[in-house]
């Protein structure tokens, strides 16, 4: 299935946590589920914090990534953005908070749900929670805003 990140120009798909193009990254995939948002990772053996859970440095990094590519679908939704080729809202981190509820075991598969908490003209909200085994062991908060056309200057 596509994910919002498929639908980046090729400009914003090398980064590190989401872009297609990064082979080195993650290339984490948002799309929704209900009027919530979902991605789904799993976490390689050297992804290692203490042996058998996962670099809290890795989850805060899909939380982040999980929370600009549902901040892209929540804009193209409620800007009635039809997504064809390359034509979604590209939106950068401006604050990510993280809180570990409990050790994420390396295994299995993580999963990671968003909801939409608010939506501006270009800036959005997303509440996180990151599930392994069905377990709620993180929690975040991704602040992002639509890329400015001055990025960077
Ligand atoms: C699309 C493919 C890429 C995917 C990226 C994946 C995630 C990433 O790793 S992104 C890289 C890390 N992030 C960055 O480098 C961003 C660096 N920061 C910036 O470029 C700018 O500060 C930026 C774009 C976030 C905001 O600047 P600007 O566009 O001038 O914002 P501005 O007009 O002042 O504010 C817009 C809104 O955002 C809010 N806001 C701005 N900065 C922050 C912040 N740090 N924390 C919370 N809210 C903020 C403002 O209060 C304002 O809110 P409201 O609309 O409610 O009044």
Known sequence: MKGIQDYYPDHFAHCYGCGRLNEHGHQIKTFWEGEGTLTRFVPKEYHTAIPGFVYGGLLASLIDCHGTGSAALALAKAQGIELSETNAPRCVTASLQVKYLKPTPIGGEI???????????????????LFANGVLCVVGEVVSVLVPDNFGL
Do not use: Q, S, T
Not at 114 to 123: D, M, P, S, T
């Open 111 to 129: 999963v990671i749900k968003g909801k939409i908490k608010e939506v501006g003209a270009r800036k959005v909200i997303v509440e996180a929670e």
